[in-house]
């Protein structure tokens, strides 16, 4: 099963762009990357997700590296309600494996 | 607001007792996930239901079981309970079981389940 390593805890200043890092370095060519954020205790929230190109929505940007062994979850303005703990996710099958996540703090 | 809905919101029971996680999907999604969030242990897979069948397993534990109903919700079943299966239980749900195409997966707002 491919696996995500992601930094512990990031912090970022409101108003500027986070860029929350993932490598998977195991990923396999068909399997997609997902990101996820968790809002004090609230029930995970979808972000985005990727395959090999580029992708970006209302939330977020993804880029994933060439060879997909990394990938970079980017909220380009970042608000206090932003702060959470964020997933990278690699599906595996049926199922979801989420690690421990990054707690990123958004500082006034 | 995911459109998935789960009851209780909060549930209190003592240690060797039975109680029932009810979930209902998105209007259109025919899977329901199961997860286990404790405070030790992150978010961990359960099981996952497709129509009405048992679609894949994750760690889940013999005293617990699940079911989905011809409507479609989801109940997820846990007994013998013990101190430590106190924790979040989150129900997601997506349109279709997952395969090489991929299918999003959307969270209930959780049970927090407190075994005293």
């Known amino acids: 099963d491919a696996k995500t390593t992601q930094p512990p805890s990031m912090d970022c200043a409101e108003g500027r762009a986070a860029n929350l890092p993932c490598n998977h370095s195991?990923?396999?060519?068909?399997?997609?990357v997902y990101w996820y954020r968790q809002i004090h205790s609230q029930g995970p929230q979808y972000i985005i997700h990727g395959l090999k190109n580029n992708e970006t929505n209302e939330m977020a940007s993804l880029i994933i590296t060439e060879d997909r062994k990394s990938s970079t979850l980017i909220l380009p303005h970042a608000t206090l309600r932003d702060t959470a703990v964020y997933y990278c996710i690699v599906i595996s099958g049926n199922q979801f494996y989420f690690g421990t996540g990054t707690s990123l703090t958004v500082i006034p | 607001d995911s459109g998935v809905t789960q009851t209780p919101k909060h549930l209190i029971t003592a240690t060797g007792q039975r109680v029932t996680l009810r979930c209902s999907p998105r209007s259109g999604d025919l899977s329901v996930y199961w997860y286990q969030q404790s405070l030790d242990q992150g978010l961990q897979f359960l099981i996952q239901y497709y129509n009405g069948e048992e679609r894949a397993k994750g760690n889940i534990l013999e005293r617990f079981s699940a079911q989905q109903f011809p409507d479609l919700h989801s109940e997820l079943n846990l007994s013998s309970l013990e101190l430590g299966d106190s924790a979040l239980y989150f129900c997601a749900s997506s349109v279709a079981p997952r395969g090489p195409s991929t299918d999003t997966q959307y969270f209930g707002p959780g049970t927090r389940l407190t075994v005293l």
């Open positions: 195991t990923i396999s060519g068909n399997e997609y």
